[in-house]
């Protein structure tokens, strides 16, 4: 199910009804509501991928119990392997499966072997898998480490697993923010409610407005790349930035919003990254709940910073490139991962002072768009075919005809007024700032534009977000 389709426009009010109206008195109750939900929503897309999930949920959840239970270290690394080779596995058959077995045969190709592509399967990408995998594994690492203690109520650890708000798209959470929420009472406030209305605003808007509007110039180029030069790559390149900042942020924030309409808090999972005069702060506020997964659970145990100066920069570059993997199965992902890692090596061997700027975030801007082109193209062949046509052929800007022009106006406007929001929070902190009452007449008609361009703008149930492929 979508966030931005009817369908959840009808199955949030139900849920939010039965979960405080009906089930208010027991917290038992308004956990299984929120399981009963959860499954819901998720099967609503493919009821088949439901099995992964409550597996998932019973391998870790027994994992957990059991790592805790025993005295032997053996004992816990068995469970603890067991937790990892069936979360990684699941995740490795079916988003890379294929992948690497095209990959092997193209591989063979190039060397003159002719290799039979029987091997490779019509495996369905289930939504949503890279999320919640990593969340329930990092569970079970932290019960081994000894940072938090397991669960033996399995409704909250299963409602922990599948909670709807993040299920298929994130923020990442950690069981030792999330579970404890499962196992307390949860109280309705006014304030919290109209807190998670407005943040699902401001993500619909960045959804439906800018990133939608942004897709349709963007798919115009990036899809049909013969018939455009430089400047219209460039255009589309910028735009989409926008686009993936306004899909992905946008998601986070409808999940966080809707999640504080049930009485949960979850992560940031985004701090106005396009405003960092670093790419190492960029990856401080983009995708916060995933970059700090990979520190945690890769960087940090690979040895982090605490190295000498060649296994660091190797540790840094070789985190980024599993990031790169984790987002796809695609070699642009790869590469648009060690790309990432490879700034960051620039950065640690010539960048002593990181000091903030305008100069600065422009680079920086200019740099993270650079790495986009590949995050963005359809084949590596094309991500080149791009970069040498900026860099070459200038060409005329592509303005679009019918429709497309609109969009694009549309999409201008929008992103102008995210800029403009955004410059105040950064910078100023006033007028639009959700937690700031002093401008309350303010940001009341500023919600209601927002509601205006949503309802004017926006096409319901149409466009998945792009972290769905995820």
Known sequence: MLFNSFDFFFFLPIVFILYWFVAYKSIKFQNIILLIASYVFYGWWDWRFLSLIALSTLIDYTAGLKIHESKDSSTKKKWLWLSIIFNLGMLGFFKYYNFFIDSWIDLCASLGYAVESSWTLQVILPVGISFYTFQTLSYSIDIYKGKLKPTSNFIAFATFVSFFPQLVAGPIERATNLIPQFLTTRKFTYKTFSYGIKLMIWGFFLKLVVADRAAIYVNAVYNNIDNHDGLSFIAATVLFAFQIYGDFAGYSLIAIGTSKLFGFDLMTNFKRPYFSASVSEFWTRWHISLSTWFRDYLYIPLG???????????????????????????????????????????????????????????????????????????????????????????????????????????????????????????????????????????????????????????????????????
């Not at 296994?311 to 060690?338: D, E, P, Q, Y």
């Open 304 to 470: 982090g910073n605490r190295v000498k100066k060649p296994r660091w920069l190797f540790n840094l570059f070789i985190t980024f490139l599993i990031s790169g993997l984790w987002h796809g199965a695609n070699w642009t992902f790869v590469v648009w991962g060690g790309l990432n890692g490879v700034y960051l090596i620039l950065e640690v061997l010539f960048l002593k002072k990181k000091r903030k700027g305008i100069l600065n975030i422009g680079i920086t801007f200019i740099l993270i768009n650079f790495a986009w082109i590949f995050f963005r193209a359809n084949t590596i062949n094309d991500a080149f075919f791009i970069i040498k046509r900026i860099c070459t052929v200038p060409g005329r800007l592509y303005i679009g005809s019918g429709d497309d022009i609109t969009a694009s106006l549309y999409a201008t406007l929008a992103i102008a007024i995210l800029v403009v929001i955004e410059t105040k929070k950064e910078f100023f902190n006033t007028a639009f700032s959700i937690s700031n009452n002093k401008y309350e007449s303010v940001r009341l008609f500023g919600y209601a534009v927002l509601i205006y361009m949503i309802l004017y703008f926006g096409v319901f149930g149409k466009s998945q977000f792009i972290y769905f492929q995820f």
